[in-house]
C-alpha cells in the first residue's frame, strides 16, 4: 500500500460529475490507537466476525475521580506563556464567541477514535484563543492556548483520557481575546465518548473530477483512529484483464487505460471476508472484482473463477451488494442490478436507462470456462442463466431496480424502485433526459429466496408519496436500513441531490427517524437540506452497553469544511458541484427507540485534495496507515 504522509498537526461513484458514473457516452502525535485491532475482523476489539451484535472487550477504567489524564499546566501553541494572564478568570467571557465547528455540539466518538480537533470561526480582531476541555472525573481542565483558530488534542492525552472517561461528556469551552477592545469571548460544545469502542475499516472513493476532463479516481483507506490514509486501490493495480464493451469485445483505449484495460473503480462494496472490493467499471458498467490486500492488490481473488469474471462482464450492471450470512453457507454470490430488460449477454445496444432494470444474483464461484471476448459469449453466456446467474422476481413491482442493499443474515434484498434510471442508479443521467413525469423512488424489500426472489413490498416509512427515497443499507444487525431523502419530487436528476438527507427505519418498516447528523453546526449559517448528504453507510459492527447499543453511520457530505472546492463539470454532471466529505454519525437504541441521535464528527483524518464519496465502512483486510 502506498500510504499518504501526513506532516502537520490536524493532518495538513457511479462517478461524481461524470467520472465515473454519470457518464452515459462510450504537529500531534501520529499515532493510531489501539495499534491494530482495527483492521481485519475487528482484531483484538471484538469476537466472532465482526457482523451482528458483538460485545467490545471491557473497557476498564484506571480512576473514578480526581484523574491525573488532563495535565495541569497548559499547554501552548506559538503562544508565549505571559500572553494568557487574559484568559487567568476561568469564568470571564460573556460576549458571544466565534463558532464552534468541530467538535459540533452533542457529537459523540467511540474511545478509539481520531484524537478530536477543535476548529471554530474566529470573531473580527482576535488573535489568541484558550480551549478549555472539561471532564467529570478528571482533576484538572485541559487547557490549550493557541494563536491558530484550530488545535488538536495530543494523541497521548486523549488516548489515555478517553479510555478512562468513557460513557461521559467533554464540555469544550473556545475563548477568544481581541486586544484592542480587552474583550474576552466565549463558545461551547459538548462531545460524547461512548462506553464502548468501535471497530473495522473505511474504504472510500475519491475522485478530482471527471476523466472526460482529466478527472482521477480511486480508492483509499484507513482504520479507526488512524490519522491518514492509505491508497487502498488505484485504476493502474487492477489486473483484470480483458474488459468489454457492451458488443462483447475488449473496451477501447481511453482516459489512460490500455485496451481491455479497466478504466474507473465506481461504486464499490467489501467482500464478505474483507480481502477485495467488487466495483463498476466505467461505461457500459460492467464489474470487476479485485484484492485490496497489500500482498496481492488488484489481482483478481482465486475463488472468483474464470468463468464467473466473464459473466460480470455483461452490461449495465449497478453497484453490488453480499451478504455475510449467505456467505457463510460456502456460496459465493453476488447481487447487482441489471440493466438490459429482455436480454442476456452483450447484445449491443444502449440499455444505460430503461428504467426496467432487474435483480440479479452471480455465482461467482461457478466452476468453468468462457472466451475472454467475443461473440461467442453470445452463446455461451445465455446459456447459464438459471446455473451461473438468474434474475430474482419482484412481483409487485413494475418499475426498475437499483442500489440492492442484500440483509446480513442472507434473506432479504432492499433496494430502490426507481421509475427512472441511471449507471446502475436512480436516474435519469441529466435533467433534460427526463420526459415522461417525475421521477419517483422508494425503498422495496424482497426475499432472496435462494434467488427465486418473490413478492416485492414496499418499506413503511421508506416509500412516502410525494418524496425520494434511495440508497438503502442495512446495519450490521439487520434491524435498522438507513436510506437518504429528498425532500420532494421534481424534474431533477436523483443522483447526488442537493436536498438529500440521511433517515433510518426499522428494517420491517416504521416511522422514519431523520438523523441530527444531517445539519451543519448552526451557528455555521448552513441548513440541511442543501447539504447534499448521501451515501449511508453502518459500521461492520453493533457494540452494546447494558440495554443500549451503539451504532456508527459514516455518510457523504458537502457542507463546508477548510479545502473545500468545486470540481469541474461536463454535461452529465449534478448541478451543484462542490466537493464532499465523510462525517460519522451516532445513533443509540434502547429496545426498539433511538435515545440518541447525535450530531455528525468530521473525519479530518480523509484527503483534502479529492471529493469522497460512496464510504464502504467494513472489515476490510488493509495494513496500519503510517503517519510521519
Not at 481520531?114 to 488573535?127: A, D, H, I, K
Not at 452471480?362 to 455461451?380: E, K, M
Amino acid at each position: 500500500m502506498r500510504p499518504r504522509t501526513y506532516l502537520s498537526l490536524a493532518a495538513v461513484f457511479g462517478q461524481l460529475l461524470a467520472g465515473c458514473t454519470d457518464t452515459t457516452e462510450p504537529p500531534g502525535e501520529a499515532a493510531a490507537f489501539p495499534p491494530g485491532g482495527t483492521h481485519g475482523a475487528g482484531g483484538s476489539l471484538f469476537g466472532g466476525d465482526g457482523g451482528g451484535s458483538e460485545s467490545p472487550t471491557k473497557l476498564t477504567r484506571s480512576c473514578e475521580s480526581e484523574c491525573l489524564h488532563f495535565p495541569e499546566e497548559p499547554i501552548l501553541v506559538g503562544v508565549d506563556a505571559s500572553l494568557i494572564s487574559v484568559f487567568e478568570d476561568a469564568e470571564e467571557g460573556t460576549a458571544p464567541g466565534g463558532c464552534v465547528l468541530e467538535p459540533q455540539d452533542d457529537s459523540m466518538v467511540p474511545p478509539n477514535w481520531l484524537r478530536p480537533r477543535f476548529r471554530w470561526t474566529p470573531l473580527p480582531g482576535e488573535t489568541l484563543w484558550e480551549v478549555r476541555v472539561q471532564a467529570d472525573r478528571e482533576k484538572h481542565d485541559l487547557r490549550a492556548y493557541t494563536n491558530e483558530p484550530s488545535w488538536t488534542m495530543p494523541a497521548d492525552i486523549w488516548r489515555a483520557a478517553a479510555h478512562n472517561d468513557y460513557g461521559d461528556t467533554l464540555t469544550v469551552v473556545v475563548r477568544g481575546y481581541e486586544p484592542a477592545s480587552g474583550v474576552v469571548s466565549r463558545s461551547t460544545s459538548r462531545l460524547h465518548i461512548a462506553p464502548v469502542l468501535a471497530g473495522g475499516s473505511m474504504v472510500y472513493w475519491g475522485t478530482t473530477g471527471p476523466v472526460t476532463m482529466g478527472g482521477k479516481s480511486q480508492l483509499y483507506g484507513f482504520g479507526i483512529g488512524e490519522e491518514g490514509t492509505l491508497d487502498a486501490l488505484r485504476v493502474e493495480e487492477v489486473a483484470e484483464f480483458p474488459v468489454l464493451e457492451a458488443n462483447g469485445e475488449l473496451k477501447r483505449e481511453e482516459f489512460g487505460s490500455g485496451p481491455g484495460e479497466v478504466r474507473c473503480i465506481g461504486c464499490h462494496t467489501s467482500t464478505p471476508d474483507g480481502d477485495a472490493v467488487a466495483f463498476t467499471d466505467g461505461w457500459p458498467w460492467n464489474t470487476v472484482i479485485a484484492s485490496i490486500r497489500e500482498e496481492n492488490r488488484g489481482a483478481r481473488p482465486s475463488w472468483v473463477s474464470q468463468a464467473s469474471s466473464r459473466i460480470i462482464q455483461q452490461p449495465w450492471l449497478g453497484a453490488p451488494t453480499f451478504s455475510k450470512g449467505d456467505w457463510a453457507t460456502g456460496r459465493r454470490y453476488m447481487v447487482q442490478s441489471f440493466g438490459d430488460p429482455t436480454n442476456v449477454g452483450w447484445p449491443g445496444a444502449n440499455q444505460n436507462q430503461t428504467g426496467q432494470d432487474r435483480l440479479v444474483w452471480f455465482d461467482l464461484a461457478y466452476r468453468g470456462t468462457l472466451p475472454d471476448s467475443g461473440q461467442q459469449l453470445n452463446v455461451d453466456v445465455p446459456a447459464l442463466e438459471g446455473i451461473a446467474f438468474g434474475f430474482l422476481a419482484r412481483n409487485g413491482d413494475r418499475r426498475g431496480a437499483v442500489n440492492p442493499a442484500w440483509s446480513h443474515d442472507g434473506t432479504t434484498i432492499a433496494y430502490t424502485s426507481s421509475s427512472h434510471t441511471a449507471d446502475g442508479h436512480p436516474g435519469p443521467a441529466r435533467d433534460t433526459d427526463i420526459f415522461d413525469g417525475v421521477p419517483e423512488n422508494d425503498i422495496y424489500l424482497v426475499p432472496f429466496n435462494d434467488g427465486a426472489g418473490g413478492e416485492a413490498r414496499p418499506l413503511d416509512g421508506a416509500s412516502s408519496e410525494g418524496v425520494q427515497e434511495y440508497y438503502p443499507d442495512y446495519s450490521a444487525d439487520d434491524r435498522w436500513i438507513a436510506f437518504t431523502r429528498a425532500a420532494e419530487l421534481n424534474d431533477r436528476k436523483v443522483y447526488y441531490r442537493a436536498d438529500g438527507e440521511i433517515y433510518v427505519v426499522p428494517a420491517e418498516g416504521g416511522a422514519p427517524v431523520r438523523l441530527a447528523a444531517n445539519s451543519p453546526p448552526a451557528c455555521s449559517g448552513e441548513v440541511s437540506p442543501g447539504v447534499i448528504n448521501s451515501w449511508p453507510k453502518w459500521s461492520p459492527s453493533v457494540q452494546t452497553d447494558g440495554e443500549r447499543r451503539y451504532y456508527w453511520l459514516v455518510f457523504s457530505s458537502a457542507r463546508s469544511y477548510p479545502e473545500q472546492f468545486s470540481l469541474p463539470a461536463d454535461e452529465w454532471s449534478p448541478q451543484d458541484t462542490r466537493s464532499s466529505q465523510l462525517y460519522m454519525a451516532a445513533i443509540v437504541v434502547e429496545g426498539d427507540q433511538i435515545v440518541g441521535n447525535h450530531a455528525a464528527v468530521y473525519l479530518w483524518n480523509q484527503t483534502k485534495d479529492t471529493t469522497n464519496l460512496t464510504p464502504a465502512w467494513d472489515e476490510f483486510q488493509i495494513p496500519p496507515v503510517v503517519v510521519r
